[in-house]
């Protein structure tokens, strides 16, 4: 009888062992699917509470003239304001809109919103792949596919930043395209990668950066393959096709340059290093006229901005590229897997390098270089590797575990206003109205709809005048996203004197307003506000 009930244990303890091991393996595989599908339920669960940004008018203008001058033959392209940015990811918006027959403005813009951050979604799945072919480490590739969700900055605007946003995710997938080409070394993968340089560049120009850093690789295999001459035509015909694939699929599919490709693509690349922008930026309690902004104004908008820990991580792993290339120079120069990491470095440094020598104009922060961060992650990614190779991995892991964990409850905290973030650099962030008075904080004016929504909720009146500060475009631009019904009631006016509501998010005015008196409501991050309403009537 005893031996029945121990060979039972047994056989309980060995299902049991059986069903972990099923799990951890399942896990293990599909890691990467489970975590992009939280983030897709939870994204879906929350983009209608994001309002308009500055320039998503604009950008939707840009995809439905381009659609008009291929589909219709009309030439208002020409005329449009930001015709030199390319239509990749404008065009397909502006598309679906067309195909789901979406008329109304509140139902654009969500479907925007929605597609936007599914887009940068696919861009983290594809850094968790990224990561897991460079280390063959589910573990290191979560981190980092984390460290992306978790940064409150670009996690905010992955739902209305159509701009810089969308840049940022397809550069994590030519980053992906590209190290695998060069590791499998196949014709199928090249093609692969000049196609994915050509969407690049068609969403923004600076996506030549990615394409510099492919000849430099086919030069370094040149150099290494300088004793085997059949290998050295190869590679040389390998660049010749990713040149002539991204070149020629770009001037195919971007109407700005059908008429003079390289004369209109040097336009293009002129124009956004030298992009000129008229208005003010607040920055360290000073206010700075857009031609005078500090040189290290985004550098520290990048450090302050962004996670702590992420930060030092990041710069820990720059470190260590650094003396390992030192170390074995040869190695990550010319092993196909390695030197991946000289690639993020550059990606990394070289944008902020040219921002200085060409003196190109950066503001709201550093949103036109949000491209650079995934390189960062990928720096700090290898920081982190050699960290857990140390007695100190049980810390690092531990203090990434608590770090997630924080930087979330802040982020669910200001939802979903998180893309308002400043780290622990800031001493005084949680000091009252010590952020509003010393930098931008809303500067892309999305609170606008919570506003609006909140004085229809309060005021039952079939007409409501709502006064915004001037020049305020986004102010008029989040009606878009009421209901129809809502839009009719509410109308919006430059005339404060005649208005029933006085709506602000502070940019160009970090003081405070005349009549604290009248202000029924507010919206507040870190202390500090960024949205008032002041009732007039």
Known sequence: MKDKRVVKRQKVNFDLRLMTNTLVHFFRKYLGLLLFTGALITGISTYKSYGISWDEGIQRQLGQA????????????????NKEYGIAFELPLYMLEKAFRLSDSRDIFLMRHLVTHLFFLTGALFLFLLIDLLYRSKLLAAIGFLMLLSTPLIYGHSFFNSKDVPFLSMFIIGLYVMAVAFQKNNLIWYIMLGLALA?????????????????????????????ERKARKKTAAYATVVTFLAFGLLAATWPYLYHSPVRNFCLAFYHLSHWQWVGWVLFWGKEYWCMSIPGYYAISWFCFSNPLLYVLIGFLGIACILISFIKTPRQLLFDPIQRNHL???????????????????????????????????????????????????????????????????????AYPYEYVYFNELIVKRYEPQYLRRNFEMDYWGTSYTRAFEYILKNDTSANITVAVPQPNLVGEENLWLLKASDRKRLSITDDSAHADYFVTYYRYHPQEYPYPDKEIFSLQVMNSTIMSVFRFK
């Open 343 to 413: 690639v993020y470095l550059f990606c990394f440094a070289e944008p902020l390098i040219a921002v200085a020598v060409l003196h190109s104009q950066i503001f709201d922060a550093w949103r036109h270089l949000y491209f650079i961060y995934p390189p960062f992650i990928l720096c700090g990614i290898y920081g982190l590797n050699v960290l857990l190779k140390t007695k100190l991995k049980f810390i690092a892991l531990s203090f990434m575990a608590i770090n997630f964990v924080y930087i979330v409850s802040i982020m669910i905290q």
């Open 199 to 227: 969407l690049l560049m068609n969403i923004r120009i600076m996506g030549i950066l990615l394409l510099g850093c492919s000849w430099l690789q086919f030069g370094l295999d040149f150099v290494r393959l300088r004793s």
């Open 66 to 81: 381009t659609y008009n001058y291929i589909f219709h033959g009309e030439d208002s392209i020409k005329y449009c304001h």
